[in-house]
C-alpha cells in the first residue's frame, strides 16, 4: 500500500529558553511539535497536570513549567540538577491538586488520567475472576493451556487454602484431597502427552518446538478439568486510578476472606506508586460507605436467592434468550444516520418502508469488503442484541470470561450441573480416575460448604464442573467475540459455544445478514487445531530472523 504524503497543519511552535527546554526534554517526547508524550513523571504528576490542563489556557508544556516543574524555593536548573529528577519532580503540586479536585469536589474524571501496572500472584481462580470483573483495565493470566500444574510451590502444588479453614478440623481434609487431585493431574496430563504425540507424529516441516507446543497445548487442554478453582494463577493489571478504585472496593465487600486480603496487599502497593488516587478507598463515609452498600445489596440478595426452592431445570449449553425481532432494520437506520442530517425516529420510519432487496443493499455497503477478521463494520451494529444462557464447564468459563465489553454475570461454583469428561480420558482409559477426582471434589464441596459456607466451597470445585452465566452483547462485540473464538487454534469447547451462538443468530433470531456478515466464524472441526497457528507463529519467528523461545 502507498502511504499517502499529508503535508502538516500550520501549528504554532511555542518559545522556550535552554534552561526550560533542557528540562522539558527529559519528560517530553517532543518540545516543539504538538504531538508528544510524556515520560520519566510519576503517575500522580501525569494525571494532575492533565487534570489542571483542562482548565487552563496554557500549553500542558507550559503549565509543567510554570507550575510543576519549580516551585517557591527552586529553580528550573536545580531541578534539572536533581539527583532524583522525574522521581519527585512536581509531586508536591500533584498532591495538593488531587486533594483539591479529586477528594474534596469528586471530580472522578481525574481519576482517569494516572495508571498503574500491578502484578498479583499466587491467586487462586476464585481470586482471578473478581480482579478480571471491571471492564475498562487491562488483564493478563497465566494460561492453564501452556503450563502444566506437576511442579510444587515449596512444600505444595500450587493452590490456595482458603484462609477460612485456617486452624480449622478440615484443614487436613482439604490438603489431602486438593494433593491428590494435583497428583492425579500430573499422572493424567503426561499420559495424554503421550498420547497425542502417538496420535499425531512430528512432521518433517515442524520444528521440535512447534510440535510439543501444539501437544503440550492439547494435553493441558484435556487435563485442567481436573484442576480445582482453588489452582493459584498469576494476573498482570493495567488500570487507572479510577478503575483500581472500584476494584477495591468490591474486595473489600466481598464474602471470602482471600479476595479482602488481596485488595488490602493491592491497596499498600497503589499507595507506593499512585497514592492520591487511592485517598478515598479507605475514607469511612467515602469508600467505607460505598463498601457498606455493597455488602447490604449482596446480603439481601443472598438471602433472596435462597428463598427460591426451584431445582435447576436440564438446558442446553447454549440458550439464546432474548432477541431484538426488528434487529437489522434498526441497524440499517443507524447505519445512515451519520451521514444524513435526519432524526434518528425519521430514519427508522423511511426503512420501515424499504424492501428486502433495499436493506440487503444497505449491509452490504456498511460492512464492506471484510479482508481481515479485525475489519469491524461500525457502530450501527450496536443497535441489535442477543442475549445468550450458557452451561458449560468452569474452564470454558474462563476463556470466555475475559470478553468483558459485554454484560456478563455468573452464577456461584458448585458440582450441582454435573462436569465433562474429554473423550481423550476414555481413550487413555482414565475415566475411572476422573470420575473419582470428581467425586471426592463434590465431598469435599459439600463437606467445607457444610462447615465454611458455599462461597468457601467454591475452592473445591474443579474446571470440569458445568457453572451457568449469560452473556448479553450487541452485534458488534457478537463479531468480535465469534469470529476470535472460533479459531482454527480455540479450544474445541469454546469453539462449539460460539458456533452456536452464531447459529442460533442466524437462526433462531433470523438475523441472516448479520450472521452472514460474520465471515471469519469458522464452523470446521479440526483435530490438532493449535498445530496452524504455531506453524504460522513459527513463519513469523523465521520471516524476522528469530528463534524459536525453546532455542
Keep these: 500500500m502507498t502511504t499517502k504524503v499529508v503535508a502538516p497543519p500550520a501549528y504554532h511552535i511555542e518559545e522556550f529558553t535552554e534552561e526550560e527546554r533542557t528540562v522539558l526534554a527529559r519528560y517530553f517526547t517532543d518540545i516543539d511539535g504538538p504531538v508528544f508524550a510524556i515520560q520519566g513523571l510519576p503517575e500522580v504528576v501525569k494525571g494532575a497536570l492533565f487534570a489542571r490542563y483542562s482548565r487552563s489556557p496554557k500549553s500542558v508544556r507550559r503549565l509543567f513549567l510554570d507550575e510543576f516543574a519549580v516551585d517557591e524555593d527552586s529553580a528550573i536548573a536545580t531541578i534539572a540538577a536533581s539527583s532524583s529528577g522525574g522521581d519527585v519532580v512536581g509531586m508536591a503540586r500533584a498532591e495538593g491538586l488531587y486533594d483539591r479536585v479529586f477528594t474534596q469536589y469528586g471530580d472522578d474524571s481525574v481519576a482517569q488520567l494516572g495508571a498503574a501496572h500491578l502484578a498479583v500472584e499466587q ?3 476464585i481470586l482471578t475472576k473478581v480482579l478480571e470483573w471491571g471492564r475498562l483495565a487491562s488483564y493478563l493470566e497465566q494460561s492453564t493451556r501452556y503450563i502444566f500444574y506437576d511442579q510444587k510451590f515449596g512444600h505444595r502444588y500450587r493452590y490456595q487454602i482458603p484462609q477460612e479453614l485456617a486452624g480449622h478440623d478440615l484443614t487436613e481434609r482439604y490438603t489431602t484431597d486438593m494433593n491428590w487431585m494435583f497428583s492425579t493431574y500430573s499422572s493424567v496430563v503426561a499420559r495424554l502427552v503421550a498420547y497425542y504425540k502417538e496420535l499425531y507424529p512430528r512432521l518433517p516441516e515442524d520444528s521440535e518446538f512447534v510440535w510439543n507446543s501444539t501437544i503440550r497445548a492439547r494435553a493441558c487442554d484435556d487435563a485442567r478439568g481436573l484442576l480445582p478453582a482453588a489452582t493459584q494463577s498469576n494476573v498482570g493489571i493495567f488500570a487507572s486510578g479510577q478503575a483500581y478504585e472500584s476494584l477495591l472496593l468490591r474486595m473489600q465487600a466481598n464474602p471470602l476472606e482471600e479476595v479482602r486480603w488481596y485488595g488490602d496487599a493491592m ?3 497503589l499507595r507506593k506508586i499512585i497514592p ?3 485517598k478515598r478507598v479507605d475514607v469511612p463515609e467515602r469508600g467505607g460507605a460505598w463498601v457498606e452498600y455493597l455488602t447490604g445489596i449482596q446480603l439481601a440478595m443472598s438471602s433472596r436467592g435462597s428463598e427460591i426452592a426451584a431445582a435447576p431445570q436440564l438446558a442446553d449449553s447454549v440458550t439464546m434468550v432474548e432477541f431484538d425481532p426488528e434487529g437489522e432494520r434498526k441497524v440499517a437506520a443507524a447505519s445512515l444516520y451519520s451521514y444524513t442530517n435526519l432524526s434518528d425516529a425519521q430514519l427508522r420510519d423511511i426503512v ?7 436493506i440487503d443493499s444497505i449491509f452490504a455497503d456498511y460492512v464492506g469488503d471484510r479482508t481481515n477478521r479485525r475489519h469491524k463494520p461500525g457502530r450501527a451494529l450496536e443497535q441489535t442484541f442477543y442475549r445468550f444462557d450458557v452451561l458449560c464447564d ?3 468459563f474462563r476463556d470466555l ?3 468483558r465489553m459485554m454484560t456478563l454475570e455468573w452464577q456461584q461454583l458448585s458440582p450441582a450441573h454435573g462436569y465433562v469428561t474429554p473423550d481423550s480420558i476414555l481413550d ?7 470420575d473419582e477426582g470428581m467425586g471426592r471434589a463434590s465431598e469435599l464441596y459439600t463437606t467445607v460448604s457444610d462447615s465454611a459456607g458455599p462461597d468457601v466451597g467454591q475452592y473445591a470445585v474443579p474446571f470440569a464442573n458445568r457453572v451457568r452465566f449469560y452473556m448479553n452483547m450487541n452485534a458488534r462485540e457478537a463479531f468480535h467475540m465469534l469470529e476470535l473464538r472460533t479459531q482454527q487454534g480455540g479450544h474445541p469447547d469454546y469453539r462449539g459455544i460460539c458456533q452456536e451462538m452464531h447459529r442460533q443468530i442466524r437462526d433462531v433470531a433470523g438475523h441472516t445478514r448479520i450472521a452472514a456478515a460474520m465471515d471469519y466464524v469458522d464452523h470446521e472441526s479440526y483435530d490438532l487445531g ?3 497457528t504455531e506453524r504460522r507463529a513459527a513463519a513469523k519467528r523465521a520471516a524476522l530472523g528469530v528463534a524459536d523461545p525453546s532455542g
Excluded: P, V
Design 267 to 269: 491497596l499498600l502497593e
Design 352 to 358: 420501515a418502508e424499504m424492501d428486502e432487496a433495499e
Design 123 to 125: 491467586a487462586s481462580n
Design 276 to 278: 492520591s488516587f487511592m
Design 530 to 532: 493449535r498445530l496452524e
Design 394 to 396: 468452569y474452564g470454558i
Design 428 to 434: 487413555i482409559e482414565a475415566k475411572n480416575l476422573w
Design 401 to 403: 470470561q475475559r470478553h
